[in-house]
């Protein structure tokens, strides 16, 4: 069973960065044809997609935060992460890790979440 | 971006109920649509991907139609544990984006 699990600090000081965790098991997040992903959601509201990562070899990333949004994978422990550098409360959300199957795109796995709060 | 527009935003039903949600995009996306659950305070649950196939241990109440621009999820026979909010995400165009959402209540 694929299992995901976030971690990470819930508050965040505003232009500060956000930085979060996900450990995987049950899959191996450096080999196979599954991307890894992050997808956030505001309270009270829908998903955005954030980036993903494969292999750790290839990258994608929204383009509204491109500029200040990287992930990486450490695959010595099967796990992933988030930064999130110059943040605002507008980045206060409930942040998601989830697989992303390679050929249909759709995420199959998912974290439980972990709320961040961008707050002075 | 592609804009993933569902409606309706809530509906009310009974136990026993049909239900169908539609979930339409800005542009055509072929058969990349995914269909997700979530219930209040947990992750989303993966239904349905591209467009009308079942992901494995989803009851076969939920059925899921649609190609091109315009799409629909169907509970044939609402059980009390479907009460829960729906999404639509597209896969056609990284950036992947989501429908608004359509919460199920019960009437």
């Known amino acids: 069973q694929v299992q995901l699990q976030e971690s990470g600090p819930g508050l965040v000081k505003p232009s500060g960065t956000l930085s979060l965790t996900c450990a995987v098991s049950?899959?191996?997040?450096?080999?196979?044809?599954?991307?890894w992903s992050w997808v956030r959601q505001p309270p009270g509201n829908g998903f955005e997609w954030i980036g993903e990562i494969y292999h750790g070899v290839g990258t994608n990333y929204k383009p509204s935060l491109r500029s200040r949004v990287s992930i990486s994978i450490d695959k010595s422990n099967n796990q992933f992460s988030l930064n999130l550098s110059s943040v605002t409360a507008a980045d206060t959300a409930i942040y998601y890790c989830?697989?992303?199957?390679?050929?249909?795109?759709?995420?199959?796995?998912w974290g439980q979440g972990t709320l961040v709060t961008v707050s002075s | 971006d592609i804009q993933m527009t569902q409606s309706p935003s809530s509906l009310s039903a009974s136990v026993g109920d049909r239900v169908t949600i539609t979930c339409r995009a800005s542009?055509?996306?072929?058969?990349?649509l995914n269909w997700y659950q979530q219930k209040p305070g947990k992750a989303p649950y993966l239904l349905i991907y591209a467009a009308t196939t079942l992901q494995s241990g989803v009851p076969s109440r939920f059925t899921g139609r649609g190609s091109g621009t315009d799409f629909t999820l169907t509970i044939s026979s609402l059980q009390p544990e479907d009460f829960a909010t729906y999404y639509c995400?597209?896969?056609?165009?990284?950036?992947?984006?989501f429908g608004q959402g359509t919460r199920v209540e019960i009437k």
């Open positions: 542009q055509s996306i072929s058969n990349r």
């Open positions: 989830a697989r992303l199957v390679g050929g249909t795109r759709s995420f199959d796995y």
């Open positions: 995400q597209q896969s056609y165009k990284i950036t992947y984006t």
């Open positions: 049950g899959d191996s997040i450096s080999s196979g044809n599954n991307w």
